[in-house]
């Protein structure tokens, strides 16, 4: 199989992430990688593939691969995407813009984060509409912030919205707060820029709901400092000051109820509504039960709550809740083609991979990011060729067998 011109310095996302690591600097480092906590959820997350082994089938004709699969009404090259990160130019200068381009070159869709440094109409602007864009959205307790970014991604012609649901609270991340990490004063959260023209910073760590001056000692640029929000007795207090991601993106308001509805009424018909952070089959029938479009396996990359189910052992409860009504997508520990089969036999429909593209991005920007895509490419097709399988359809899970912890494998 025809693997094309390779890096000799890297020949996989294992050696990508060594490489990156000599290529950040130690606060946009351990921001990228850090977990919550101790980090056993990061870690369990890939570790998880390990579980699995893949039964391949010999003798059948894979002469002729095809790894396409339509996803949002586009043939992606791959069934996999490259997952919204925050703040990409921390990674490189071109930050979202080269990952826009290496997507469009490689046919790969890709997620933009609410707390990007470009701006999403720069993202559409930069894809041509030669691949889905998809808006990761952290609803606001003030709703019409997020009313007016969900205008703004509908017009620049975003295919769906993948509300985050896993952060009433944000998780610990220690390392954070011992770097007292902060935005560098030439970078924005492009998003949110014409709200605050003085913006200070996009995440400041914080500790509760004091202002950055009282915790950090910080010297803010602006009269209106950012306060996160807070219950006093029964009554909640907005948050107020710029909008930053400590300050605004928790919400622990969120109710199925209260607030699915009116994502809906914002964004359909123009834009679909996905739910990002599932991790049970009991949320999996909610999320039906109030007709969202797709649903995404998520424990936010291990940042969140420390000690949960790893991503690919939560997938199998919730596709089998789901029945095949709505797409399911998974996220989390993925690092190598074979891991991309492996979430598929258990029933996703499609991937994302996020850490992997910050890595490609702070090795060589948008070549870096090409150069992710084209391992996991090359991998996944490799393992369909070795496994006997031609098409991404036939991929399901009589391709693999459990291990467990006496090293026994059985059938799933």
């Not at 009313?147 to 896993?166: E, H, M, N, P, Q």
């Not at 004091?210 to 029964?234: D, F, H």
């Not at 739910?275 to 797709?294: F, M, N, P, S």
């Not at 789901?322 to 690092?335: A, L, S």
Request: net charge neutral.
């Amino acid at each position: 199989m025809a693997q094309g011109n390779h890096d000799l310095n890297c020949l996989s996302i294992d050696d990508l992430e060594k490489l990156a690591y000599t290529r950040m600097d130690k606060m946009t480092r351990d921001y990228y990688n850090e977990g919550a906590d101790s980090g056993s959820t990061l870690l369990e997350n890939i570790k998880a593939y390990e579980k699995y082994r893949i039964r391949p089938r010999v003798l059948r004709d894979v002469s002729v691969i095809d790894t396409s699969i339509n996803v949002f009404g586009h043939k992606n090259a791959v069934p996999i995407g490259v997952a919204p990160t925050a703040m990409q130019r921390l990674a490189h200068s071109d930050g979202e813009l080269a990952t826009a381009r290496a997507c469009k070159n490689k046919d790969i869709a890709m997620g933009l984060s609410s707390f990007a440094t470009t701006s999403l109409e720069d993202v559409a602007k930069e894809c041509e509409g030669a691949i889905p864009n998809v808006l990761q959205l952290y609803l606001f307790e003030e709703r019409a912030h997020s009313k007016k970014l969900i205008a703004r991604a509908k017009k620049a012609g975003f295919k769906a919205v993948f509300l985050t649901v896993d952060t009433p609270y944000l998780g610990r991340r220690n390392a954070e707060i011992k770097n007292q990490f902060k935005l560098p004063g030439h970078l924005k959260i492009s998003n949110f820029a014409e709200d605050d023209a003085e913006q200070n910073d996009g995440d400041n760590p914080r500790t509760d709901n004091l202002p950055i001056s009282a915790n950090q000692g910080t010297k803010l640029k602006t009269k209106n400092p950012s306060v996160a929000g807070r219950t006093e007795g029964t009554e909640r207090v907005l948050p107020t000051g710029p909008i930053t991601f400590h300050t605004h993106a928790a919400n622990p308001t969120l109710s199925w109820e209260k607030d699915i509805e009116w994502l809906k009424q914002e964004c359909c018909p123009e834009m679909e509504v996905w739910v990002k952070g599932i991790a049970t089959a009991e949320d999996a029938i909610l999320a039906l039960h109030h007709q969202v479009r797709g649903i995404v396996v998520s424990n936010h990359g291990g940042r969140q709550l420390n000690g949960a189910l790893a991503t690919l052992d939560a997938l199998p409860e919730v596709v089998d809740a789901i029945q095949g009504k709505i797409p399911v997508h998974v996220d989390g520990g993925i690092r190598h083609g074979t891991d991309v089969f492996k979430a598929l036999a258990l029933g996703a429909d499609f991937v994302w991979v996020g850490r992997p593209a910050l890595w490609g991005l702070a090795y060589k920007g948008q070549e870096g990011v090409e150069l992710m895509l084209r391992l996991l490419s090359e991998e996944f097709r490799l393992c369909m060729a070795l496994a006997g399988v031609t098409r991404v359809q036939e991929i399901a899970k009589e391709y693999l067998v459990k291990v467990d912890k006496s090293g026994f494998v059985s059938k799933l």
